[in-house]
Nanobody, 117 residues
Framework: VQLQAFGGGLVQAGGSLTLSCAASGSTDSIDHMGWYRQAPRKPRELVAT???????KYAESVKNRFTISKDNAKNTVYLQMNSLKPEDTAVYYC????????????WGQGTLVTVSS
């Protein structure tokens, strides 16, 4: 499975940005997809994800501002980010979990989101 993320960039505080992540390869092996981020000198953290049951899960810091969605036909997951804050600045990584729990997760290359104050 290969994941390719698009849509990062520079945006002013209060602005919006949409990230997309397209999966290719053995996409039938994917259980669910989501987004993580890593800010400088901080550990990688969950932003938003679909779960195995199809529900969504968000970090508290992005609830009511970010929305995750997907297009199963395109094997693509999106992250709509509104009301962006400087603390949202990070490299955003697309993530996918395999249906076989014992296999490693899949990660995209990361896309940088910079929010200026």
């Amino acid at each position: 499975v290969q994941l390719q993320a698009f849509g990062g960039g520079l945006v002013q505080a209060g602005g919006s940005l949409t990230l997309s992540c397209a999966a290719s390869g053995s996409t039938d092996s994917i259980d669910h997809m989501g987004w993580y981020r890593q800010a400088p000198r901080k550990p990688r953290e969950l932003v938003a994800t679909f779960t195995s049951s199809g529900t969504t899960k968000y970090a508290e810091s992005v609830k009511n501002r970010f929305t995750i969605s997907k297009d199963n036909a395109k094997n693509t997951v999106y992250l709509q980010m509104n009301s962006l804050k400087p603390e949202d600045t990070a490299v955003y990584y697309c993530h996918a979990e395999d249906k076989q729990w014992y296999l490693d997760d899949y990660w995209g290359q990361g896309t940088l989101v910079t929010v200026s104050s």
